[in-house]
């Protein structure tokens, strides 16, 4: 993967290739940014940068057939690593090694995709993936061997907040005290979910949203998209590539999230003293319950988002609004001054909660109904200033 093909983020790039030009490359390093900044593309782009001795910032200028290996992902001194799970292909024990063609697959389609994207290519939405102690031996095993071309290895784990605990403490020494020549790329969205042991191992690289500029201008040229198309998407995407790319499609899972959104929030606006309209909530938490359950994690943000959405707007920080509604008769503006100084953080919390027990494998119709019946209340709660 060339750098030249990364959107953005060149403060990072020129950081990675001047201190590989230099000699200076840490043995263990986490890039933590959010959905659709890049991260793995960029990982990927440097380990061909080190792999294949490339040198004055670009992908294009080391060993031919090396840079062509990469080009196919099959270069046999880069390691992946990512959360799996078992499905119909791999009944037990699945490591990473089992599913390397899907993985190709991902890459080649959506370079900027998410663990949704990953699990949906699995085939696994109702199942949890993990990078569990099976991985780790296998980690352990390849890097104990020499590299095949004498050079680096590289081990990139995506999704490193995966990791279980017994994991973890398998590859701390090896990432502490890694063999010669083998260097640990590890990528996260969530900082705060990897222990903190391996965290102080690494030098930690933190990427920002991609800018609006930057995604404007590559779907311009990707998809042939007018400027203004291509202005008005960027907004929408808020620095996510990868949402800019479903937005482009209509294939974003935010338009089936969003009917089911103002369905819920309808009913739930209803329900006070209304028991018809608690039937609804109760039927709206059984069709959410049956589908999987990193779909309903997912839900669950994109509320967590239209609710912070509606209060930026009520409390005038329209500069900040990239959201805009699909559904009919249902606008953001006059949604918005149900969320407030009085109910947000409430809100906010339970979602969260809601997000944690599903996680945990809780039972979703429970917590769903649960969390439903708990809006009806703070929805009619008033806010301080109108008190």
Known sequence: ??????????????????????GR???????????????LPMAIAYAQYLLCNNINGENNSGSEACNLKFKNLSHPDLHFAFPVTTNDKVKRHPVSSHFLEEWRELLNQQPYGNLFDWYKM?????????????????????????????????????????????????????IEEPPNKTIFILIAEDEEQIISTIKSRCQILHFPPLSEDAIKASLMKQYDLNETIATKIAHQANGNYNKACDLVYQDSEDIQFEEW??????????????????????SWSETIAKTGRETQKQFLNFCLDFFRQAMLLNYKADSLVYLETKSKNFELKKFAPFVHDSNIL????????????????????????????KLTKLLHKKSQANA
Not at 6 to 21: E, R, Y
Not at 25 to 39: D, K, M, N, R, Y
Not at 133 to 158: C, H, N, P, R, T
Not at 352 to 371: F, V
């Open 25 to 39: 490359i840490p043995h263990a390093q986490l890039f933590v940014g959010p959905e659709g900044s890049g991260t």
């Open 122 to 174: 699995l085939g696994v939405d109702n199942k949890q993936g993990q990078i569990g102690v099976d991985e780790a031996q296998d980690i352990v095993k390849s890097l104990a061997l020499k590299s095949y071309e004498g050079g680096f290895k590289v081990m990139l784990i995506w999704m490193a907040e995966k990791m279980n605990i017994a994991c973890a403490n398998k590859l701390l020494k090896l």
């Open 261 to 282: 959104f103002v369905f819920w929030i309808r009913s739930a606006f209803k329900a006070k003293g209304n028991k018809s309209a608690i039937h609804d909530l109760i």
């Open 1 to 22: 993967m060339l750098f030249s093909e990364i959107l953005g983020q060149d403060h990072i790039k020129n950081h990675l290739t001047q201190s590989a030009d230099s």
């Open 346 to 373: 409430d809100i906010s919390n339970e979602l969260q909660d809601a997000i944690y027990h599903i996680e945990r494998n809780g039972n979703s119709k429970i917590i769903l109904t649960d969390l439903s019946i």
